[in-house]
């Protein structure tokens, strides 16, 4: 890949990731909760949010070596529970708003590029692929997140809406997450990890439906 196209898709992973952090803390804010807002965290300057590993070396390997799947995360918003209005629903808003907000950005930059296909004049290459760049991460985050293993977002939705007593042990597993994440990506599934496996299904699917 060309350093200017690596600068962009960058530029693009950056900001889905900020984003779907800000969402988080806004949708927290909508509960009652305003620690991300205290903490100078609802804000889309990149400085707050970088992960040294999630935002900074892992994309950084990945593009390296040529990975067929990029993903990456930015340093998680503060978010205090205790303060939401209603904990429950809460709970399940503020986990899902990330994840829509990817999903959100992958039909929106679908939308600019069916358009720009629309128009009479051709447009830079550049330009449809660092859109069609953007559907995919996003979709990719935006999927990735739905797994329901802590700490991310579809762990959070699940735990959300089980009953006390089967919410507090699934919580308990947050502090090996990235362990049980590693290992589902270095299982097997034919030329793949069994999560690569799925997650490229599912990418699939969704990319059908928005016609890429």
Do not use: C
């Not at 930059?109 to 629309?118: E, K, P, R, S, V």
């Amino acid at each position: 890949m060309e350093p200017t196209f690596i600068t962009f898709i960058v530029i693009i992973l950056l900001f889905s990731v900020i984003i779907h952090e800000v969402m988080h803390g806004l949708a927290a804010l909508k509960f009652g909760d305003d620690t991300a807002e205290r903490a100078g965290r609802l804000t889309l300057n990149p400085l707050p949010h970088i992960d040294l590993f999630g935002t900074i070396l892992l994309p950084g390997f990945l593009i390296l070596t040529g990975s067929p799947i990029l993903f990456g995360w930015a340093k998680p918003v503060p978010v205090n529970p205790l303060n939401f209005s209603n904990l429950k629903k809460g709970e399940l808003f503020v986990s899902a708003a990330g994840i829509l907000s990817n999903f959100g950005l992958a039909i929106v930059a679908t939308l600019i590029y069916h358009f720009l296909n629309a128009l009479p004049q051709t447009f830079p290459a550049i330009v449809g692929a660092l859109l069609r760049f953007t559907v995919t991460i996003n979709l990719v985050l935006g999927i990735f997140n739905l797994f329901p293993i802590p700490p991310l977002d579809g762990s959070r939705i699940l735990i959300s809406q089980l009953p006390y007593k089967l919410a507090q042990p699934y919580a308990k597993l947050e502090p090996y997450g990235i362990l049980i994440l590693i290992i589902l990506l270095m299982i097997p599934f034919g030329n793949t990890s069994i999560i690569q496996a799925i997650l490229e299904f599912l990418l699939g699917i969704f990319s059908l439906i928005l016609g890429f």
